[in-house]
């Protein structure tokens, strides 16, 4: 039977955890909303090793657009062991992006093989969509912006089983506030980065009453920071 802990409507959705990695004040990258170096080779391989593990990695298009990630495995091994396995060298690559403004040039369309996932809503203009489906695969799901329940059921009918979310704070907290995740990992790292506009692990409109609950399931030092790894209890 599968676990329906944190899934009390047995939705057939993925398997979903957030990965981050947030300085001790819990901010996520600077109040220019850029990616800083928070945590060291030990944390990136940790990522790199949950990637390589992961049907898809899902990110929101703010993270797009501010830090242009490309999403890929890095080490060659674990590139091979995939597709000893049979799967694409790198897990499929998904975009929340209500309005399809994905840029063509994205480093996620021009880095690395494997699938493309754009999720837009029904208002996102249509010359834009048709853009991006040059590229990608895309998903419709919401009237003005992406309905993350309906998105998951689609991605798992598509043979997405295990998610990782990379951000960012926004996406986070759609997820969360919807009951749509399972775990949370965050690394701590040893620095302060400030700024009230700054971006933390989760933003949006935030909780009156009501606090999503987390579960601690393991905290280990991690080179000068605190890996955690939290189950989320809605």
């Not at 994905?102 to 093989?113: H, R, V, Y």
């Not at 009951?179 to 620095?191: A, H, R």
């Amino acid at each position: 039977m599968p676990d329906t802990r944190n899934n009390p409507n047995n939705l057939p959705r993925p398997f979903v955890f957030i990965n981050a990695a947030m300085s001790a004040d819990g901010k996520i990258a600077t109040i220019e909303r850029k990616q800083t170096r928070i945590s060291g080779s030990l944390d990136f391989d940790r990522v790199d090793e949950f990637r390589a593990t992961s049907d898809a990695v899902m990110v929101g298009i703010g993270t797009v657009l501010s830090d242009n990630p490309s999403l890929t495995v890095k080490s060659a091994q674990r590139r091979e062991k995939r597709r000893t396995r049979g799967l694409d060298e790198n897990p499929a690559r998904v975009v929340v992006d209500s309005l399809a403004r994905t840029p063509i040039e994205a480093d996620i369309f021009k880095k690395g093989t494997g699938k493309r996932i754009i999720a837009v809503s029904e208002s996102a203009p249509e010359e834009r969509v048709k853009a991006l489906a040059e590229y990608a695969g895309i998903i419709t799901a919401g009237k003005t912006e992406v309905e993350l329940e309906k998105l998951l059921v689609e991605l798992k009918a598509s043979g997405i089983d295990r998610l990782m979310v990379e951000g960012g704070a926004t996406l986070n907290w759609g997820l969360i506030s919807g009951g749509l995740v399972d775990e949370i990992y965050t690394f701590i790292g040893n620095i302060i980065i400030g700024g009230r506009t700054a971006p933390t692990l989760v933003d949006g409109e935030g909780y009156i009453n009501g606090f999503c609950r987390l579960s601690l399931i393991s905290c280990e030092n991690m080179e000068s920071g605190v890996l955690v790894r939290w189950q989320v209890s809605n």
